[in-house]
């Protein structure tokens, strides 16, 4: 056993096929409205989309990169704990949008 994972009982993981390991970002959790208001992030919006970043992507991923911002549907999501961190594992045609640096062409918006 190599003295890295010895050291910290942790396994490398590799990601199968078409999935994502993503984090939520901490701005999907609980935000404010407009008028002050705060809304947990238990709070249930109409088909509201959320970001994560991207922590894993397996080998037939084509459009996403590790890092980088993707957005998707929380109904869409596994959830699962990782090393005691929550992430999300998704199927690339699950993610509406990819945001990074690396993108050449674009929209007109940034986050």
Same mark, same amino acid.
């Given at each position: 056993? $190599?003295?890295?994972?010895?050291? @910290? +009982? &942790?396994?490398?993981? &590799?990601?199968?096929? *078409?999935?994502?390991? #993503?984090?939520? !970002?901490?701005? *999907?959790?609980?935000?404010?409205?407009?008028?002050?208001? /705060?809304?947990?992030? @238990?709070?249930?919006?109409? &088909?509201? /989309?959320?970001?994560?970043?991207? &922590? %894993?992507? %397996?080998?037939? #991923?084509?459009?996403?990169? #590790? +890092?980088?911002? #993707? /957005?998707?549907? $929380?109904?869409?999501?596994?959830?699962?704990?990782?090393? +005691?961190? *929550?992430?999300?594992?998704?199927?690339?045609? *699950?993610?509406?949008?990819?945001?990074?640096? !690396?993108?050449?062409?674009? @929209?007109?918006?940034?986050?």
């Amino acid at each position: 056993m $190599p003295d890295h994972i010895a050291a @910290t +009982g &942790k396994l490398p993981i &590799k990601m199968l096929h *078409d999935r994502i390991l #993503v984090s939520l !970002r901490k701005e *999907d959790g609980e935000r404010r409205s407009t008028g002050g208001i /705060l809304i947990p992030a @238990t709070a249930q919006v109409a &088909k509201r /989309l959320v970001w994560g970043e991207a &922590k %894993g992507v %397996g080998p037939s #991923v084509r459009q996403v990169k #590790v +890092g980088d911002q #993707v /957005l998707f549907s $929380p109904e869409d999501q596994h959830e699962v704990e990782v090393h +005691g961190e *929550d992430l999300i594992i998704l199927r690339e045609r *699950d993610v509406h949008a990819v945001a990074a640096e !690396r993108i050449e062409k674009s @929209t007109g918006l940034y986050l």
